[in-house]
């Protein structure tokens, strides 16, 4: 500028009918000023003269013509750019080098976009969405199955088993039974409902027994003992006309002798071996 500020402050030559620089309330000619105040240029590290435009960034300086992206020397004037270790960089050069990549798409999550991470991968917020209904998943709970993301009810209601007594998801764990899924809690005895995973049991018209409840409520009654006959631990009984033994107690009603794959004679409801039978 130009004015009636007399003297330069530095060098005290006149200023009348030149160009000069004020810094607060002194007047400066360009040359002191440059020379005093311009800041040097980041690119070129020459001095950024009053007469040139000084961009900053961060407390650095350049030319106007200085500020260009470092990789492809495009100018960053008026354009968005990115920082890396105080390099600067066009948002194309910068994705290029830095930039995640989307795990679905494959194309780059650009500079200052909102970028989803979850399990070590990056999504473009719009395509981090669930597999099934599409909607955005965000920060809501969701299920992995096959590398494809899903929201809970959407996941339940493709893949998740429903307990064969209580009807409702089955989320982790189970028993299964006659091919059907139950929860832990609620594959118990039909008898006296104690929880049977892990237990040993038996069934009768596909309803699971403890052993104690079988034996009191399903079991068979041997005709010789009258106790119950389980076939825990493979023990083997004898059926005849209706009739039930066990092994054990399936013997001769007069020499007690075993009859177990042995000829039998019948008489009454005693059981006889084939001496006993024919001397009576």
Not at 44 to 72: N, V
Not at 96 to 104: I, Q
């Amino acid at each position: 500028m130009t004015s009636g500020h007399t003297d330069c402050h530095f060098c005290l030559q006149s200023l009348r009918g030149r160009k000069y620089a004020l810094r607060g309330e002194n007047a400066y000619c360009v040359p002191c000023y440059d020379s005093l105040y311009a800041n040097p240029c980041e690119e070129c590290k020459q001095p950024i003269e009053c007469s040139s435009k000084d961009l900053a960034y961060k407390g650095r300086h350049w030319h106007e013509g200085c500020f260009r992206c470092a990789k492809c020397s495009r100018s960053l004037v008026e354009k968005p750019f990115a920082a890396k270790d105080e390099v600067l960089l066009c948002t194309e050069c910068y994705s290029d080098e830095y930039s995640s990549k989307c795990f679905h798409c494959q194309k780059t999550i650009m500079p200052g976009s909102r970028k989803m991470e979850f399990k070590g991968s990056s999504w473009h917020e719009s395509c981090f969405v669930c597999q099934y209904c599409r909607q955005p998943l965000g920060t809501k709970p969701l299920i992995t199955k096959d590398n494809e993301n899903y929201c809970v009810p959407c996941f339940e209601k493709q893949f998740a088993h429903h307990c064969y007594a209580c009807k409702k998801v089955i989320t982790s764990g189970g028993v299964t039974y006659h091919d059907q899924p139950w929860h832990k809690q609620c594959f118990v005895c039909a008898g006296c409902k104690t929880q049977l995973s892990g237990q040993r049991f038996l069934s009768q018209d596909e309803y699971p027994y403890c052993v104690d409840c079988f034996s009191k409520f399903c079991a068979k009654k041997c005709a010789a003992c009258m106790k119950p006959i389980t076939a825990l631990g493979g023990a083997k009984y004898i059926s005849f006309e209706e009739r039930q033994w066990h092994g054990e107690c399936f013997n001769c009603a007069k020499c007690s002798v075993s009859l177990v794959g042995q000829e039998f004679l019948t008489r009454q409801d005693d059981i006889l071996c084939h001496k006993c039978g024919s001397a009576s």
